[in-house]
Antibody, heavy 120, light 110 residues
Framework: QLQLQESGSGLVKPSQTLSLTCAVS??????????WSWIRQPPGKGLEWIGY???????YYNPSLKSRVTISVDRSKNQFSLKLSSVTAADTAVYYC????????????WGQGTLVTVSS | EIVLTQSPGTLSLSPGERATLSCRAS???????LAWYQQKPGQAPRLLIY???SRATGIPDRFSGSGSGTDFTLTISRLEPEDFAVYYC???????????FGPGTKVDIK
């Protein structure tokens, strides 16, 4: 059974870079037919797609965050990562990683989420 | 960029009742790229429906999806106590490649 687990710093200072990793178990991140995505949810609010990385290594980002986001994959560790630079309080949210089914682009497996707070 | 609108914002119903949730897109969406999720407090979203009408693995048949073009519907035929949650629709657009979520509908106990 596929499992995804987010990890990283729960507290980031304003203007610094948020870094999170999603470890994938129960399946290979190199499997065809899927891409890997990050989504966030500010406290009490809705879901916002951040971006994803395709099996090919191509990346696509939410235009509203594109200038600050980098998603990368480490196939040797079966994990993928998120970096979000120049953070502000508005970036405080629960961050989720998820697997995206290639045909239909729906998110069929999610991590439990990790809260990241931006505060000095 | 396609914008999704969900209505109502909150739906207050009793167990056993039928719930009808709407998701409307600002422009036509391929049915293949419309999904629904359920989220309970403190939990990650869970995929319910993909391709507008296909139930995900393990989803009870009281959940059904329908619609096409710009109007999509999630129906819960008879609400169980565990169904009270927030429901999001989601679409994928290809120009540029992007995933968008609706603002959500909260189904709470009347």
């Amino acid at each position: 059974q596929l499992q995804l687990q987010e990890s990283g710093s729960g507290l980031v200072k304003p203007s610094q870079t948020l870094s999170l990793t999603c470890a994938v178990s129960g399946g290979s991140i190199s499997s065809g037919g899927y891409s890997w995505s990050w989504i966030r949810q500010p406290p009490g609010k809705g879901l916002e797609w951040i971006g994803y990385i395709y099996h090919s290594g191509s990346t696509y980002y939410n235009p509203s965050l594109k200038s600050r986001v980098t998603i990368s994959v480490d196939r040797s560790k079966n994990q993928f990562s998120l970096k979000l630079s120049s953070v502000t309080a508005a970036d405080t949210a629960v961050y989720y990683c998820a697997r995206v089914h290639f045909y239909g682009d729906y998110l069929d497996n999610w991590g439990q989420g990790t809260l990241v707070t931006v505060s000095s | 960029e396609i914008v999704l609108t969900q209505s109502p914002g909150t739906l207050s119903l009793s167990p056993g009742e039928r719930a009808t949730l709407s998701c409307r897109a600002s422009q036509s969406v391929s049915s293949s790229y419309l999904a629904w999720y359920q989220q309970k407090p403190g939990q990650a979203p869970r995929l319910l429906i993909y391709g507008a009408s296909s139930r995900a693995t393990g989803i009870p048949d009281r959940f059904s999806g329908s619609g096409s073009g710009t109007d999509f519907t999630l129906t819960i035929s008879r609400l169980e106590p565990e169904d009270f949650a927030v429901y999001y629709c989601q679409q994928y657009g290809s120009s540029p490649p992007m995933i968008t979520f609706g603002p959500g509908t909260k189904v709470d106990i009347k």
